[in-house]
């Protein structure tokens, strides 16, 4: 089970949070994931960028885009749950 979260603490959310975990949630479903992937939410984890969101996999730590988030879950995710 990979533990992916979105970071929605008010630097990250105002980065597009929201639309990350929208893209997120549509992944999992469409590729069936619900049994491999446990997508949460976390308060601010204490590395506001400024510029991205803060997403963990894990216990690593990433940040990405709302444009970006697709890729980064190709990449990212769907490479640790295998
Ligand atoms: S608000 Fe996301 S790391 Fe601080």
Known sequence: MV?????IGTS????GATKVIKTFQHLITSNKLEKNISLKGA???????GKK???SVNS???????E??????????????G
């Open 3 to 7: 533990e992916l979260t979105v970071c």
């Open 12 to 15: 990250c959310h105002l980065r």
């Open 43 to 49: 308060f601010c984890m204490g590395q506001c960028s």
């Open 53 to 55: 969101v803060r997403v």
């Open 60 to 66: 690593n730590v990433f940040e990405t885009s709302p």
């Open 68 to 81: 970006e988030a697709e890729g980064f879950f190709l990449k990212e995710v769907l490479n640790t749950a």
